[in-house]
T-cell receptor, first 112, second 113 residues
C-alpha cells in the first residue's frame, strides 16, 4: 500500500463547528487530492494540490478549504461543518500529472 | 466537466462465471481510464487502467477494453471467485492539465459460491 495516513479515522462533530482532516504521505509525491464519497455519487474531487502552497478547486469545493505547507501534509478544513458534509473523505496521491492515483484509508465524518 | 455513467449498479454471478461492467464517458478528450475495487470499509484500490492509445489491456483474470469512437470502456473479470466480491468504480480523466478523475457511481459485484 502507498504510504498514506489519514487522521482521524472517525469523527463526530456538531453543525457549525470547524473541522480539520489531515493527510500525511511518505512517498514524496507531488500531487495530493481530497475526495468525498457518498452513496449514489461515487467519488468526487474537493480540492487538490500540485506542490507546496499550490492548490486548486475540484468539482465540489464549496464549504471546504485546504492547505499544504509541506510536501508530505495536505489538510482539509471545513470552516463551519454542515450536515450535508457528512461523508467519507479520502485523500489520494499521485507522483505527477496524469500518473496513477492511490488512496488513503479514509475518514468517516458525521456532522450532527 | 466529464460525465461518467456506470452500469449495472449491482451484479450477481455464480463462482466461475464472467462479470462485465460497462462505463460511458462524455468528454472525447479524456485519455486515461482506471478501474478501482473497493471492499467494504476499505480504500479504493487501483486494479487496472488503460490509456486512450490502447484498445485492450489484460492482467491475469481481469481485462479492460476501450472504444474511443463510442466513448465507452468495460471491465471484464473471468473465472470469478468469492474474493472478487466488492464495489468496482470506473473513472475517466480529461485532457492534459486537468487533474480530476471523474468517477462512475459504482457496481456492487457479488460472486455466489
Amino acid at each position: 500500500d502507498a504510504g498514506i495516513t489519514q487522521s482521524p479515522r472517525h469523527k463526530v462533530t456538531e453543525t457549525g463547528t470547524p473541522v480539520t482532516l489531515r493527510c500525511h504521505q511518505t512517498e514524496n509525491h507531488r500531487y495530493m487530492y481530497w475526495y468525498r464519497q457518498d452513496p449514489g455519487h461515487g467519488l468526487r474531487l474537493i480540492h487538490y494540490s500540485y506542490g507546496v502552497k499550490d492548490t486548486d478547486k475540484g468539482e465540489v469545493s464549496d464549504g471546504y478549504s485546504v492547505s499544504r505547507s509541506k510536501t508530505e501534509d495536505f489538510l482539509l478544513t471545513l470552516e463551519s461543518a454542515t450536515s450535508s458534509q457528512t461523508s467519507v473523505y479520502f485523500c489520494a496521491i499521485s507522483a505527477g500529472e496524469g500518473e496513477k492515483l492511490f488512496f488513503g484509508s479514509g475518514t468517516q465524518l458525521s456532522v450532527l | 466537466g466529464e460525465n461518467v455513467e456506470q452500469h449495472p449498479s449491482t451484479l450477481s454471478v455464480q463462482e466461475g462465471d464472467s462479470a462485465v461492467i460497462k462505463c460511458t464517458y462524455s468528454d472525447s478528450a479524456s485519455n486515461y481510464f482506471p478501474w478501482y475495487k473497493q471492499e467494504l470499509g476499505k480504500r479504493p484500490q487501483l486494479i487496472i487502467d488503460i490509456r486512450s492509445n490502447v484498445g485492450e489491456k489484460k492482467d491475469q483474470r481481469i481485462a479492460v477494453t476501450l472504444n474511443k469512437t463510442a466513448k465507452h470502456f468495460s471491465l471484464h473479470i473471468t473465472e470469478t471467485q468469492p474474493e472478487d466480491s466488492a464495489v468496482y468504480f470506473c473513472a475517466a480523466r480529461g485532457k492534459t492539465g486537468a487533474n480530476n478523475l471523474f468517477f462512475g457511481t459504482g457496481t456492487r459485484l457479488t460472486v455466489i459460491p
